[in-house]
Antibody, heavy 116, light 113 residues
Framework: QVQLKESGPGLVQPSQTLSLTCTVS????????VHWVRQPPGKGLEWVGA???????DYNSALKSRLSISRDTSKSQVFLKMNSLQTEDTAIYFC??????????WGQGTLVTVSS | DVVMTQTPVSLPVSLGGQASISCRSS???????????LHWYLQKPGQSPQLLIY???NRFSGVPDRFSGSGSGTDFTLKISRVEPEDLGDYYC??????????FGSGTKLEIK
C-alpha cells in the first residue's frame, strides 16, 4: 500500500539549514509527484513545493530563494533542503503524494523546531 | 496567487445536526481542461489531513455519504449531515487549478455546541 514517512532533525538552530527526507513505498517517484506541505503550530496548512514525476520542481515563491527539493528514485526518497532558517519556519512538515491534482496520501509529519 | 477565503472560522454544531462550510476563491477554479480542482480535507487533532472530497463533489474512498461537496467557479460548499463525534476537527479547502502555488483555505474548526 501507499506509504510516506518524513524524517529529520527535529531541532535546528536559527540561520542553519534544514534537511528532511520523505521515504515512500507502494508507488514510483517516476510516475507520481510528491509535495511538501507545512503547518506552524496551531495554524493552517501551507504548500511548500513539489517535485514532479519527470524530476522538475516548483516552489512557493515566498520560500523559493531558500528552498531545494530533490529525489533519489533508486531509494524512493524525496529530499527537502531549506537554508537560513528562522523561528517562523517552525512547523510540522508533511510530504504527500499528488493523485494528481489532490493529495490522498500523506505522511504522519515531522515537527521541526527552529531554536537556539 | 489564488486566495481561498474560508468561512466560518469556527462552527459549533450539535451531534446529529448539519454543518456547512464555505470556500470562495479570488478567481475561477475552472481549469482549461474543463475540470475544477477544488478539494476538501479534514484534519483531526494530532493527525495528518485526510481527503474527503476531490474535484468539488467526488467523495474519496471510504468517506461516508454524510459528506457532500458542491459549487462552481469561485464559490464552493462542504456540507456534513448527521454530524458524528469523529467529524470534529479542522476542515480545509485546497485549490490546485492554478499553480504554483497550490493554496489552502485558512480552515474551519468544527466543534460541539
Amino acid at each position: 500500500q501507499v506509504q510516506l514517512k518524513e524524517s529529520g532533525p527535529g531541532l535546528v538552530q536559527p540561520s542553519q539549514t534544514l534537511s528532511l527526507t520523505c521515504t515512500v513505498s507502494g508507488f514510483s517517484l517516476t510516475s507520481n509527484s510528491v509535495h511538501w506541505v507545512r503547518q506552524p503550530p496551531g495554524k493552517g496548512l501551507e504548500w511548500v513545493g513539489a517535485i514532479w514525476s519527470g524530476g522538475s520542481t516548483d516552489y512557493n515563491s515566498a520560500l523559493k530563494s531558500r528552498l531545494s527539493i530533490s529525489r533519489d528514485t533508486s531509494k524512493s526518497q524525496v529530499f527537502l533542503k531549506m537554508n537560513s532558517l528562522q523561528t517562523e519556519d517552525t512547523a510540522i512538515y508533511f510530504c504527500t503524494r499528488s493523485q494528481p491534482g489532490w493529495f490522498a496520501y500523506w505522511g504522519q509529519g515531522t515537527l521541526v523546531t527552529v531554536s537556539s | 496567487d489564488v486566495v481561498m477565503t474560508q468561512t466560518p472560522v469556527s462552527l459549533p454544531v450539535s451531534l446529529g445536526g448539519q454543518a456547512s462550510i464555505s470556500c470562495r476563491s479570488s478567481q475561477s477554479l475552472v481549469h482549461s481542461n474543463g475540470n475544477t480542482y477544488l478539494h476538501w480535507y479534514l484534519q483531526k487533532p494530532g493527525q495528518s489531513p485526510q481527503l474527503l472530497i476531490y474535484r468539488v463533489s467526488n467523495r474519496f474512498s471510504g468517506v461516508p455519504d454524510r459528506f457532500s461537496g458542491s459549487g462552481s467557479g469561485t464559490d464552493f460548499t462542504l456540507k456534513i449531515s448527521r454530524v458524528e463525534p469523529e467529524d470534529l476537527g479542522d476542515y480545509y479547502c485546497l485549490q490546485s487549478t492554478h499553480f504554483p502555488p497550490l493554496t489552502f483555505g485558512s480552515g474551519t474548526k468544527l466543534e460541539i455546541k
